[in-house]
């Protein structure tokens, strides 16, 4: 049961692509709150038509588009608005991919044509959200928008490779469009930093189970749930958190500000 939090507003929610989607997870909960809402995936993840279930679950469309593709974005805001029938009050931008993670490449060892890949898949296709938005006035005051991160954009984790980079441009990037669409329309732009999340693109990264439960057990409140998370999100989209701009929240149980906890200093042992 929700609060009616986002009674009668309208969104975009991209990035659903199985039950274990984030963004799977912050649409039903956005649909227990009250909001109507269009979702979006790449053309070729609709291959896999489980975002039909979300789609008839949500009483939803699905408007396919590639988040490189300033064309096809144009045609999603455009469609959202048409569809739902007004101005939109919240976005959220649950998309990332890096080939180079995806094919084990260190970071000494990157592709570059790959490396481009994963920059405009994962970071500047947020740009891209917000510049065609703006342009097609697309959002309405006080509306919010979303990004989903990882805190390796400010810590180095092996294992993320070029993926930590194109994070760091994220957020950047929602600091550079929050001041800017702030001052344009009362518009919030946040990144929320999540915990390690059983997901497809999560469990795509090598070590991730291991990872996982390193940091299950350094947060004293365990590792934050994609539930959790959606939890969280929605608040973002609500009118509840109105002056909150250009931030990057930590969604993780406490790990980002734990140094290291009784549990993990207990399972290293010191040579005899
Ligand atoms: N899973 C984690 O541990 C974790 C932790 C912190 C942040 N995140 C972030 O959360 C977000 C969602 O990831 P998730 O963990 O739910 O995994 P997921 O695999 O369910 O979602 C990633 C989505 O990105 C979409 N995508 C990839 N390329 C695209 C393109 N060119 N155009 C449009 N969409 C495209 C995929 O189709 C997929 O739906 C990502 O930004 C991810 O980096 C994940």
New binding site residues.
């Given amino acids: 049961m929700g609060y009616g939090l986002l009674k009668g507003k309208r969104g975009i929610i ?5 039950e ?4 799977w997870k912050i649409a039903q909960r956005a649909k227990d709150e009250g909001a109507i809402f269009t979702l979006t ?2 053309p070729i ?1 609709m291959r896999m038509g489980e975002i039909n279930k979300l789609a008839e679950e949500c009483n939803a469309e699905i408007i396919p ?4 593709s300033v064309e096809d974005i144009e045609n999603l805001f455009s469609r959202s608005v048409e569809i739902l029938g007004g101005k939109l009050d919240f976005v959220l931008h ?4 890096s080939p180079n993670v995806r094919k084990g490449k260190e970071y000494g060892d990157l592709n570059y044509e790959w490396y481009k890949q994963s920059v405009d ?2 970071a500047m296709s947020f740009h891209k959200f917000m510049q065609v938005a703006e342009k097609q006035d697309a959002i309405n005051e006080w509306g919010s928008i979303v990004a ?3 805190m390796a954009a400010q810590r180095t984790f092996s294992f993320y490779s070029d993926m930590a980079d194109a994070k760091a441009m994220l957020e950047s990037i929602a600091r550079s469009y929050g001041y800017r669409y702030g001052k344009l329309k009362n518009v919030r732009v946040n990144t929320v930093s ?1 915990s ?2 059983k ?4 469990g795509g990264i090598g070590g991730f189970g291991n990872f996982f439960e390193f940091a299950e057990k350094m947060a004293p409140l365990g590792n934050a749930t994609a539930d959790d998370c959606a939890d969280y999100v929605v608040t973002l989209f609500s009118d509840l958190t109105r002056k909150v701009t250009m931030q990057n929240l930590y969604h993780d149980g406490g790990f980002s500000m734990t140094g290291i906890s009784a549990e993990v200093l207990e399972m290293i042992k010191p040579a005899e």
């Fill in positions: 991209s990035g659903a692509i199985d274990n989607s984030i963004a995936n790449a993840a588009a590639d988040a490189t649950s998309i990332g991919m898949i994962s989903l991160t990882y999540q390690p999340t997901t497809r693109a999560g």
